[in-house]
């Protein structure tokens, strides 16, 4: 069995329709983690995400014949309160990423030449999924935060007409008997699990708002909008199938709300608020219906929002939210412009709020659509998220963000006991304030500056390193080493501890560098690099308590020529077939201190005595000063 994979270069389109299904069942994802890029976006809380001005049809498709365009992408994904979310998953055109355990991901993705804009969708289990509507231009940068499912309520029998109650905001859902069916029309029975989440709309929750707020209302037009309440639902059989409301059957949703005032507008008992349901598919908030503000002994502001609704998705409370002023924001740390990520939260006159979540280019850009009255607090981080800063100000006028200065910066490089140099990664700790901090870092073979905003108590920072799994002379072993620093000296760690990985039985394939004939299409040698070194890491992904994990491995090739791998015997197959714990590999390679690297994927799935050849399609890169293992073209 020969695999050929192909993700950076334009595919026939048969073969690339064989792998957009094997994607839509899960058994093709793709991931890696390179150092974000930077983008600028014209309107953060105007069209943020979406862009400016009239809206467009032209959406993206999965790769087809039609002329492509391949675009460098960077991504920060995180939860609503700031943490990094790892494994998950990025969806652009059919083609799935997925972000690495610092919840960054940066790879290339193919669209059509005719596209004006891209929905992103990202997901993780356990989180509400959140999707993006945005400008094929601007598909450089892009960051999102995911609220995780706050409760799972489980209903006996689904047929049976009952309320559903949530221990957060008073929240409930009323149903009548036989209210639900399954995917192929059926009327559903039985057991159900409901994940339920109300929105805080007073809290962090917002962080996380599906497409940063953006909609298209009932005449069409690209709006923007600000929450009196959300409630995300969705109702799961005991087989895992998605249950949807019967044709002709409504439900009562309601939530408490917990300010009397939305967008310098009272609320009183009758007041109308516009509906508005979150579809995934188009990255969008569309307009559907009106809801009533009703009365409620348990609200503190004695209200509560109630809607009648036909399906179940994300369900929000919203007016549209219009506004002529401005403001320009730019991140700088030590007097220089940097690129950095920005939440920010807009507080109104009458205390009610909305949050928008993005990345901006060193160049700042500049805000639309802003209160003439209120303020914004501002919280942004470079692009390693070491350096924070944060801000308060009015909503117009220029905003400098100071990140503040870098207090440690150390070059970092690691060398085994040989002298032999290598990639590593690992954190660093150190006394802030009488507590331990740290922070983490990763440097490949020729070392990399590693800057925090840590201020160490005695200037001593303990480093502890680790590699991937690394194949020297037959075995697979990690290598770990420590060191001591001062907090702007050079740091050389030594791997001198070494953990030897059984590999007797694990599943085999064969790997091998070559390039792409971009004219003819199939993968060729070119005669210039023929015979050269070529470093390959294989990413393993499987799942393990429930939770997706990777695990790295690391081997020297010649380009031309393919290499046998044999993987630790705890992976010795695919789950879906069956045959073991993997259910994706992630293949890297690069040559010539990074001038030319590779992608490809090993998920069409194949078996221990297959040993099938997976390519790794090399190109010539523009940059080689990331610490990642390769880095995309730009």
């Not at 093709?28 to 069209?47: D, H, P, R, V």
């Not at 601007?138 to 209903?155: D, P, W």
């Not at 309601?254 to 608020?273: R, T």
């Not at 791997?495 to 064969?510: E, Y």
Request: proline share 3%; aromatic share 8%; hydrophobic share 40%.
């Amino acid at each position: 069995m020969n695999v050929t994979l192909n993700l950076l270069f334009k595919i026939k389109n048969i073969i690339i329709a064989s792998i957009f299904f094997v994607l839509n069942f899960g058994r093709i994802m793709i991931t890696s983690s390179i150092k974000l890029k930077n983008i600028a976006f014209a309107c953060l809380l105007g069209m943020s995400l979406a862009g400016c001005g009239s809206d467009s049809e032209s959406e993206t498709k999965p790769v087809n014949e039609e002329a492509m365009l391949q675009k460098n992408v960077s991504a920060l994904i995180l939860s609503s309160n700031g943490n990094a979310l790892a494994a998950a998953e990025i969806v652009i055109a059919g083609q799935t990423f997925k972000t690495d355990g610092f919840g960054k991901a940066a790879f290339t993705v193919q669209i059509p030449k005719s596209a004006t804009h891209v929905v992103v969708v990202v997901k993780k289990d356990g989180f509400i999924s959140q999707s993006m509507r945005i400008e094929a231009g601007q598909l450089e940068q892009l960051s999102a935060n995911l609220l995780n499912v706050k409760q799972t309520v489980s209903i006996a029998k689904i047929e049976e007409a009952q309320v559903i109650q949530s221990v957060y905001q008073n929240a409930q859902i009323t149903i009548p008997e036989n209210a639900f069916v399954l995917p192929n029309g059926q009327p559903a029975t039985g057991a159900v699990t409901v994940a339920f989440t109300p929105w805080d709309i007073t809290a962090a929750d917002l962080n996380a708002m599906p497409a940063n707020g953006v909609a298209r209302d009932a005449q069409g037009n690209i709006v923007n909008l600000i929450s009196a309440g959300m409630i995300t639902a969705t109702f799961t059989n005991a087989a895992g199938q998605k249950l949807q409301l019967a044709a002709g059957k409504t439900a009562d949703i309601q939530m408490d709300l917990p300010v009397a005032s939305i967008n310098n507008q009272k609320l009183l008992v009758g007041s109308s608020i516009p509906m508005w349901h979150f579809d995934e598919a188009k990255g969008l908030w569309i307009e559907d219906g009106v809801g009533q503000v009703v009365a409620s002994l348990s609200s503190t502001t004695g209200l509560a929002v109630h809607a009648t609704v036909s399906h179940f998705s994300t369900w929000n409370w919203d007016f549209k939210f219009e506004n002529a002023g401005s403001v320009f924001v730019q991140c700088q740390s030590a007097s220089v412009a940097v690129p950095c990520h920005i939440t920010a939260k807009v507080k109104l006159k009458d205390g009610s709020a909305l949050t928008k979540v993005n990345s901006i280019s060193a160049q700042g850009t500049t805000i639309i659509n802003m209160p003439s009255e209120g303020s914004i607090d501002w919280t942004a981080k470079d692009i390693t998220g070491t350096l924070i800063g944060e801000k308060t100000s009015g909503t117009s006028g220029n905003v400098i963000i100071d990140l503040g200065a870098p207090t440690t910066k150390n070059f970092v490089k690691c060398e085994l006991a040989n002298g032999t140099a290598v990639a590593c990664s690992g954190i660093f700790e150190t006394q802030v304030n009488g507590e331990s901090k740290t922070a983490e870092f990763s440097a490949d073979l020729n070392g990399t500056y590693v800057l925090s905003g840590l201020k160490a108590d005695s200037n001593v920072l303990n480093w502890t390193a680790y590699t991937s799994a690394l194949l020297i002379n037959g075995q697979w072993a990690r290598y770990k080493g420590t060191a001591v620093s001062t907090s702007n000296a050079a740091v050389e760690i030594i791997l001198k501890d070494k953990d030897v990985i059984a590999s007797d039985k694990g599943l085999k394939f064969r790997v091998q560098c070559n390039s792409y004939d971009y004219n003819n299409g199939g993968d060729i040698i070119d005669p210039a690099l023929k015979g050269k070194p070529c470093e390959v890491q294989v990413e393993v992904y499987s799942y393990k308590n429930g939770n997706s994990v990777s695990e790295k491995f690391v081997f020297n090739s010649i380009y031309g020529q393919p290499s046998q791998v044999q993987l630790p015997n705890v992976y010795t197959g695919f789950e879906w077939l069956g045959a073991g714990n993997i259910s994706y590999i992630y293949i890297q390679g690069r040559m010539l201190n990074k001038k030319y690297c590779g992608y490809g994927v090993g998920n069409e799935g194949f078996k221990q005595e297959e040993n099938p050849l997976l390519h790794i399609s090399m190109y010539e890169a523009t940059v080689q000063d990331s610490e990642e293992f390769c880095e995309m073209p730009r």
